[in-house]
């Protein structure tokens, strides 16, 4: 484990506990484990994972936000409630609405890495609803052709990432870090020490995987 990261990593949630109690809390209850297998951060539930050098690329006060960002897709469930949607889309719609609320907040003020998904049109509504309304924008780019690039915005704008992805390809590789459950359950137990260290209870029931928005907070 690369002490330097886990010692950024605990500074920014300490310092989340100081400047946001309510998120600061809740990622007290999560224990943080380094994890390369995916590109950025993820969160189940029970732990945040983290990419060594995405957390090397963040600021402190990026890694204070995207910690906030993963804790709230604990506190919204999305890991619980996206039953049998898209796992990337349902992931795209959460960091919509994630990403709109902690822009939102001025005290604190979240500093989000760029890129994030954060649309304003989806200001002020649920997860459910965006999600709709991108899957609604999905079918119709795939009637018309001429929307195709509407298509492509949608899905991959928030995938350009910390400099492992591209964008055809990279719609699997978001699936699997951003909420497709058995992907992210496969790879999770791959990494060393993962089962021990988090205790076995349910361990294949792991909760999807929900990080920073594909790549981009
Ligand atoms: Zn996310």
Redesign the pocket.
């Known amino acids: 484990m690369d002490q330097h990261t886990f010692s950024r990593m605990t500074k920014a949630r300490a310092q989340l506990v100081l400047d946001a109690p309510f998120f600061g809390v809740l990622a007290l209850n999560l224990e943080l484990e380094e994890g390369d297998w995916q590109p950025t951060?993820?969160?189940n539930g029970k732990k945040i994972v983290y990419n060594t050098e995405f957390v090397a690329s963040l600021s402190d006060d990026e890694i204070k936000a995207v910690l906030a960002?993963?804790v709230?897709?604990c506190a919204l469930k999305?890991h619980l409630r996206r039953g049998s949607r898209d796992p990337e889309l349902w992931?795209v719609a959460?960091?919509h609405v994630?990403?709109l609320e902690l822009l939102a907040s001025f005290n604190p003020k979240f500093v989000l890495p760029e890129p994030h998904?954060a649309d304003p049109q989806y200001k002020g509504l649920t997860t459910d609803d965006v999600y709709r309304l991108l899957e609604q924008e999905q079918q119709q780019a795939d009637t018309d052709p001429g929307e195709s690039d509407d298509e492509t915005e949608s899905q991959s704008g928030d995938g350009s990432d910390g400099g492992s992805e591209e964008d055809d390809s990279g719609k699997e590789k978001e699936q699997t870090t951003?909420g497709n459950s058995e992907d992210a359950d496969d790879r999770s137990k791959d990494v060393p020490g993962n089962d021990s260290s988090s205790g076995s209870r349910d361990e294949n029931e792991t909760d999807p995987l929900?990080?920073?928005?594909?790549n981009s907070?």
Do not use: S, Y
Not at 210 to 214: D, R
């Open positions: 951060m993820a969160v960002h993963e709230m897709h999305h992931n959460g960091d994630i990403n998904l951003c929900q990080h920073a928005g594909n907070p």
